[in-house]
């Protein structure tokens, strides 16, 4: 081999080499092992016995009416339901809706007073997610004693008990409230680079705020928005540990990751059934893999991966 | 070499030591691992088995011999007995087997499943002298298929508490506190009774909350399905079993207790903290848990003593589900559990001498448990400190223990799930029956029997 060569194949290895490592060792070899124990009867003692497809039998039951002769077990497809719902409703509010709010509004403001809502908005982010989990405890518990009902009784309302009556909506908050600021610095970021020329220009046409929003920052966002899509898309879908802390493994909140966490790690769950648990993780990873593949094509995120025509600047 | 034979041998040398004679010496330190949560609840747990090998050394020195236990002691900070045990057992599967074990009962299934628990029937009889004295009905609790796999520490006994002031604010008067535990006990007290006495508490405006129970999965529960008639385990075929009838009835009645307002609907999503200022706090009527709850109601109501305590709370066993039945408790056991190590022997040993009287007692005055051996009641350490465990020695006669099955953990959390989905109102009793019965088909499969 010529020195060159050499020289080439040594500098991609020192480049590429960590970044390589981690995404086998981290991402590729888990996806591996988990799709190997799925077909297992792995179970407490961590002992393979024997391969086998008993695991995803498990989720579904025969029927004679349905199409391949079998459905979905309630208990899973009701966790596929509400893993559905939560994304989704997280999703919309707020990683994308209520952070697209906070970067406009924050970005409107004279730069201090931005940069200290967002530094607030970027609070829970910096907790330990214990903390987190506990203050919203303390928010929505159902006594005199939550921060929420002591709210209302000042306004002469009376308590109301989030956890037993709207499940959903306590998780969706308590993981919106974090994951908005992530959306909110990219795009804070983003109308940040929108050249300050544009402003001006659509100002002198006389444009007003929202024109300004619609016509020139909303056009400049397109692939932050979708970047934050399908990235939180797929955060989301595995998440679980603030659902855990803040309600324990609760049927209304029973998501597709949730089940996969009580079935094998989880204290006081019946856990260590690990092969189930990795049967359903499977299914999350090729959910996860089908939806991010559509977002992919929706957005036409290809486009922004190729290669600018010109050179900028 | 047997176990028997192995202690014979141990027995002699010693005796040959004693009497003067000089046994042959060699320098060796005999490691024991011992595999032990970190729980403040019971630190003599291991303790006692550490100063078991002090005491050990000290008789091997003064038998001239170079050989010494050295107890290690793995720690570990699992958050529950439960997930400890799933720790013990992956590492088993890698070889790293302890020597002695302190675990919840029902895993003994498990660890024996996995090669992990040695057989203790023949150093029991080898040793007979030294386990005269335990409570029969604890060596229940270290069974698998007719034969013993560990070594009963500690025992307890769980009730339903309750609140005499609150009954009293209610309008009960003495005489019917005083009758409750006895109409309890002949049956005539019901489960619906409990829960209508505990509405009553709430609508009288006497309570906030008519009773709670534990907010999350455990052994609790076991005591108010076996008073509908579950019989939650088949001792011929060792499988674990369920009645539907009887699961209907179990939440039928949780159901009933929701809807009369004596149980919060929203109990299962309860914090520890909140169950307890909820009873602790005098708001609550009545509890379902355990014995080792009276310091911290001593603490909590500011009692001193037996008298202040049963003119304060008084102790039901979980009532019989209908009138003329029979009421139910249950006991959950820490054991130690001796691994199939090399050093099985020598461990087996530690563990006799740690349940000896004066050890186990300084654990279970300490940490308000029940002791294991029937003479433990007569010290005076229990007669002066350990009132409320005498109280409670004789309501083990109800005793139900857990399962030594290895899928309990899983039957326990599909079982709850319909507790969870009824007490919330998310399901009427007969769709969480079928809900759950469909769960322990599919997940418990072979495992579980199940009976109309």
């Not at chain 1, 046409?205 to 400049?220: E, F, Q, T, W």
Request: proline fraction near 5%; hydrophobic fraction near 45%.
């Amino acid at each position: 081999m010529s020195s060159s060569k050499f020289r080439q194949a040594s500098n991609a290895l020192l480049f590429l080499g960590p970044a390589s490592l981690f995404l086998i060792g981290l991402l590729l070899v888990p996806i591996i092992v988990d799709l190997v124990v799925s077909f297992t009867d792995m179970n407490q003692t961590i002992k393979v016995d024997e391969f086998t497809t008993k695991q995803f039998r498990k989720l579904v039951k025969p029927s004679e009416e349905a199409w391949f002769g079998f459905e979905l077990r309630s208990s899973f497809y009701r966790a596929l339901m509400l893993s559905a719902i939560y994304v989704f409703f997280t999703l919309t509010i707020f990683n994308i809706g209520f952070a697209l709010v906070l970067a406009l509004t924050t970005t409107a403001l004279p730069g201090r007073l931005g940069g200290l809502f967002r530094a607030i908005w970027l609070l829970p982010r910096m907790s330990p997610s214990v903390v987190y989990a506990l203050l919203w405890l303390w928010v929505v518990d159902p006594t005199d004693r939550g921060l929420l009902n002591q709210i209302l009784s000042i306004t002469g309302l009376g308590p109301i008990n989030p956890k037993l009556d709207a499940p959903i909506m306590v998780i969706v908050c308590a993981n919106g409230f974090i994951g908005a600021s992530m959306g909110m610095l990219i795009l804070t970021s983003a109308i940040r680079s929108i050249p300050e020329h544009l402003f001006h220009a659509a100002r002198a046409d006389g444009a007003g705020g929202l024109s300004v929003i619609r016509h020139i920052v909303l056009p400049a966002l397109r692939w932050p928005l979708s970047y934050i899509t399908v990235f939180q898309f797929l955060a989301l879908l595995v998440s679980f540990e603030y659902i855990f802390l803040i309600m324990g493994p609760a049927r209304s909140t029973m998501t597709m990751s949730m089940l996969s966490y009580t079935k094998t790690l989880a204290p006081d769950t019946g856990s260590g059934q690990y092969a189930y648990g990795a049967a359903i993780t499977l299914i999350l990873i090729v959910i996860g893999m089908a939806v991010a593949l559509l977002l992919w094509r929706l957005t036409n995120m290809k486009q922004l991966l190729t290669q600018p025509r010109i050179e900028v600047q | 070499m047997t176990l028997t034979s192995k202690f014979t041998t141990l027995g002699a040398a010693a005796l040959v030591a004693t009497t003067g004679l000089v046994a042959p010496a060699f320098a060796e330190d005999v490691t024991i691992d011992l595999w032990s949560r970190a729980d403040r609840s019971g630190p003599l747990r291991p303790g006692n088995i550490v100063a078991a090998a002090e005491q050990l050394n000290r008789a091997f020195e003064a038998a001239g011999s170079d050989t010494r236990v050295v107890v290690n002691l793995i720690e570990t900070n699992a958050k529950g007995f439960d997930a400890d045990a799933l720790n013990l057992l992956k590492a088993h599967s890698v070889g790293e087997t302890p020597d002695i074990i302190v675990a919840a009962h029902e895993w003994i299934g498990s660890f024996v499943e996995a090669g992990l628990a040695a057989n203790l029937e023949g150093h029991i009889a080898a040793n007979e002298a030294m386990y005269a004295d335990i409570i029969p009905n604890l060596w229940n609790s270290v069974m698998y298929k007719g034969e013993r796999y560990g070594i009963p520490q500690d025992s307890e006994v769980r009730m339903f508490f309750v609140n005499n002031d609150i009954l009293r604010s209610a309008g009960k008067d003495e005489a019917f506190i005083a009758a409750l535990p006895g109409k309890v006990e002949a049956g005539e007290f019901t489960m619906y009774d409990w829960c209508d006495l505990a509405a009553e508490a709430v609508e009288s405006g006497a309570a906030k909350y008519g009773w709670v129970h534990r907010p999350n999965v455990g052994p609790d529960f076991q005591m108010a399905m076996a008073s509908f008639g579950i019989d939650i385990y088949n001792e011929d075929e060792a499988k674990l079993q369920i009645t539907k009838s009887g699961l209907e009835n179990y939440y039928d009645w949780l159901g009933y207790c929701v809807n009369n307002g004596s149980l919060p609907a929203d109990m299962t999503t309860w914090t520890w903290d909140s169950t307890h200022a909820a009873f602790r706090g005098g708001e609550s009527m009545g509890k379902f848990h355990g014995i080792w709850n009276v310091g911290k109601q001593l603490d909590a109501f500011g009692l001193d003593g037996k008298e202040a305590y049963f003119d304060k709370l008084t102790w039901i066993h979980a009532p019989a589900g209908e009138k003329g039945g029979q009421p139910k408790n249950l006991s959950h056991p820490i054991v130690y559990v001796v691994g199939d190590t090399e050093n099985k022997e020598l461990a087996a040993l530690l563990v006799a001498m740690a349940s000896q009287h004066v050890p186990n007692t300084a654990h279970a005055v300490g940490t308000n448990h029940t002791p294991i051996n029937y003479g433990q009641i007569a010290m005076p350490e229990f007669q002066e400190k350990g009132w409320a465990l005498i109280a409670g020695t004789p309501m083990l006669k109800y005793a139900e223990f857990m399962p030594n099955h290895a899928k309990i953990g899983q039957y326990n959390a599909i079982t709850y799930t319909g507790v969870q989905a009824v007490e919330t109102g998310e399901m009427t009793p007969a769709e969480a029956t079928e809900m759950v019965i469909e769960e322990l088909e599919i997940e418990l499969g072979d495992d579980v029997i199940i009976l109309d």
